[in-house]
C-alpha cells in the first residue's frame, strides 16, 4: 500500500522497489487529486499489478485507507511513495508474520538515503509503517487510519495497545528519503502539533489507567 501526493516524484522508485519483490501480487496507489496526474500513471503502468485508488482527503493516512480499500490480501505491507524497499524486503517479514510463533506485525530497521536515492551509512529502528509489514487481521483489528497527521503513528500506537504480536527484524528494510518536500519538512508546525496532541493522549490515557488500578486497590 503505497499512499501519494498528487505529482509525487519518487513515486516510480517506490513502486519500482515494490514489484521487484517476488512475494508481491499488487501494488495498490492511494492519493487524492483533482489536477494530478497519479490515476492516469498508475493505469498506464506496463505491470498489471499496479492499481490506484482515490483518496477521499490529500493526507498519508486517507490515501492508505483509500488503498487499503482495493485489496483482500492475506498479508498487508506498507511503503511510502518516497521511500524505498531494498531486494529480499519481504520474504523475512511473511516468515515471521506466519511463524511459528505466528506475529501480526512485523517492523524492522531503516536505512537512510540522499534525495538522489544515494543510500547514507546511518541506520536505526523504524518505528514507521513504511517498514511495517501487517496480516489482514491485524490491520482489520486496528483499523482505519484516518485524517490525522500522525495518523501512520497513532496506528502503530493502536496495535500496540491492542496486543498485536509484533516482531522487530534486525535487518534494513526501508531505505527512507530525505528530501525538501519530505511533509515533516514542509509543514513542520503542524506535524509537531499532531504528535503533540497523540503524546498528550497517551499520558491522559496512562493516568486514567493508574487512576482506575489504585481505585481497585
Do not use: K
Not at 28 to 57: I, K
Not at 146 to 152: I, W
Request: with cysteine.
Amino acid at each position: 500500500m503505497i499512499p501519494a501526493r498528487a505529482d509525487e516524484p519518487f513515486l516510480a522508485e517506490a513502486v519500482d522497489s515494490a514489484l521487484a519483490q517476488p512475494e508481491t501480487v499488487q501494488v495498490v496507489v492511494g492519493s487524492f487529486e483533482p489536477t494530478g496526474n497519479t490515476a492516469q500513471w498508475c493505469a498506464a503502468h506496463p505491470d498489471g499489478r499496479v492499481r490506484w485508488a482515490r483518496s477521499t482527503q490529500a493526507c498519508a493516512g486517507a490515501n492508505t485507507d483509500a488503498a487499503l480499500a482495493l485489496t483482500t490480501a492475506s498479508f498487508v505491507a506498507f511503503l511510502d511513495a518516497d521511500d524505498r524497499w531494498p531486494a529480499g524486503r519481504l520474504a523475512p517479514a511473511l516468515r515471521a508474520l506466519t511463524g511459528p510463533p505466528a506475529a501480526g506485525l512485523c517492523l524492522g530497521w531503516q536505512q537512510a538515503m540522499d534525495e538522489a536515492g544515494t543510500l547514507l551509512p546511518h541506520t536505526a529502528p523504524a518505528p514507521l509503517m513504511s517498514a511495517a509489514v501487517a496480516t489482514r487481521a491485524t490491520v482489520d483489528l486496528v483499523g482505519p487510519f484516518g485524517n490525522d497527521l500522525a495518523a501512520q503513528m497513532r496506528w502503530l500506537v493502536r496495535a500496540r495497545d491492542l496486543g498485536v504480536p509484533t516482531v522487530r527484524l534486525e535487518q534494513v528494510v526501508m531505505h527512507r528519503r530525505a528530501h525538501g518536500t519530505n511533509l515533516t519538512t514542509v509543514a513542520r508546525p503542524q506535524v509537531h502539533q499532531s504528535y503533540l496532541q497523540l503524546a498528550r493522549e497517551r499520558a491522559a490515557a496512562a493516568r486514567a489507567r493508574d487512576a482506575n488500578l489504585d481505585g481497585q486497590a
